[in-house]
């Protein structure tokens, strides 16, 4: 069996791409998921396209995470994306990553996983994806992010009911991912 990655963090970014690059403003979420409803968010192992333009490398900033996670607060902007996750996810079998996965869009999956890592392990390695080298900075942008994102109205980030529990701080991507399978095999029996 074969699966495709939804990297919706990838497709919040991209939106939040496509409506600053409009002129919107990010806290309009009415305007924003209007705007949205009119263009194509795709994403798959080939990159993030906006109406079929690769923006890949556009919204792996800083500046874009932060974006994203002000668009995502919004009930619109929410809804409206959650309909493509869940699109997606009828086409293909997925594995898909985001902070609601397993609460809103996907909560009857065959396999929850909640990540979770040392605050100062996540600023080293986003430092690390970016080439930039201000830890303090990062470590208050992780905060900042992780607090907007719990507290928020909108699908707030939590423990999915039922999902296995990964603290990937001192495992590699390489270890995460055989602890994933090794756990869907077990569950699955695939």
């Known amino acids: ?37 009119d263009h194509s968010i795709d994403v798959s192992s080939k990159g ?3 109406d079929g333009e690769d ?17 995502s607060a919004h009930r ?3 809804e409206y994306m959650v309909s493509l996750q869940r699109a997606f996810g009828e086409k293909h079998n997925t594995v898909a990553e985001g902070r609601d996965m397993g609460t809103v869009v996907f909560p009857d999956a065959s ?10 392990i996540r600023a080293w390695r986003r430092l690390r994806d970016l080439n930039q080298d201000d830890m303090d900075s990062m470590v208050h942008a992780v905060f900042r ?37 090794n756990h869907y095999r077990g569950k699955c029996g695939k």
Request: net charge negative; glycine share 6%; hydrophobic share 50%.
């Open 1 to 37: 069996m074969s699966f495709e990655y939804l990297d919706t963090g990838a497709m919040y970014r991209a939106s939040a791409f496509l409506v600053s690059a409009s002129g919107i403003d990010l806290q309009d979420g009415q305007a924003a998921a209007a705007f949205l409803s």
């Open 48 to 50: 993030i396209f906006v």
């Open 55 to 71: 923006i890949s490398g556009s919204i792996r900033t800083a500046a874009a995470g932060e974006a994203a996670s002000i668009i």
């Open 76 to 78: 619109p902007v929410r």
């Open 111 to 120: 396999l929850k996983v909640y990540v979770v890592a040392d605050i100062a």
């Open 145 to 181: 992010r992780d607090f907007r994102d719990r507290n928020r109205l909108e699908s707030p980030l939590r423990l999915p009911p039922g999902a296995l529990w990964l603290d990937g701080t001192s495992m590699s991507v390489n270890e995460q991912v055989n602890f994933v399978l």
